[in-house]
């Protein structure tokens, strides 16, 4: 999904795309004429006003503030799933689609394999298709999850690129890694491992 302004929950919406319809990415309008064909829950665009973070980016020097919500994971069956959700960057040119809905970019999901989910300067994680090239590399030179994401975030590195990812293998080995000053981010398995961290 890209343009939605009134779905509550774009990544079920996105779900009810692939499971229900034949088609892949759905935007504006005509996203949210399916949302409200398929029950799914449709709100008044002010349910996404927030003063404070206005007023925070209002305050930033920068134009580039990033508000991106990334989750994989693995079920007991091996099946893995990715989901990328943004309001994308701030100041956005009217009608930019960042990398979030792009499969390949901001997400990849392939089951014996990998799930990502990414956030930074969507232009580039869309030029060089960053969640899938993490999954080709693990899947084609047979690199582990670390070494993949490391490699490609390197890489983005080299350009003056910013961005994370959060990759989950075939195994359940999470790998969150960024060239940020910080990002979000936390795991859990069935075991109890768990992490929460931010720096």
């Avoid at 069956?77 to 979030?100: C, F, H, M, Q, W």
């Amino acid at each position: 999904m890209a343009s939605v302004s009134t779905i509550k929950n774009p990544i079920k919406l996105a779900r009810y795309v692939m499971e229900k319809t034949e088609h892949v990415l759905i935007v504006g309008q005509g996203a949210e004429k399916v949302a409200i064909k398929g029950g799914l829950e449709v709100v008044d665009p002010s349910y996404f006003y927030s003063k404070e973070k206005l007023d925070r980016v209002r305050r930033q020097k920068t134009k580039d503030e990033l508000s991106t919500v990334g989750a994989v994971a693995i079920d007991k069956e091996g099946n893995i799933s990715a989901a990328t959700s943004t309001g994308g960057r701030s100041n956005k040119l009217p009608g930019r689609v960042g990398d979030s809905p792009i499969i390949g970019a901001g997400t990849w999901a392939q089951n014996n394999l990998c799930g990502v989910s990414g956030t930074g300067h969507g232009e580039y994680f869309m030029r060089f298709n960053v969640a899938r090239e993490i999954c080709v590399r693990m899947d084609y030179l047979g690199l582990t999850a670390d070494q993949a994401s490391n490699q490609v975030i390197d890489e983005l590195s080299g350009m003056g690129i910013e961005g994370g990812v959060i990759v989950i293998d075939k195994e359940g080995n999470a790998s969150m890694i960024f060239n940020t000053d910080g990002m979000a981010r936390a795991y859990k398995n069935s075991k109890g491992d768990e992490i929460v961290t931010i720096y």
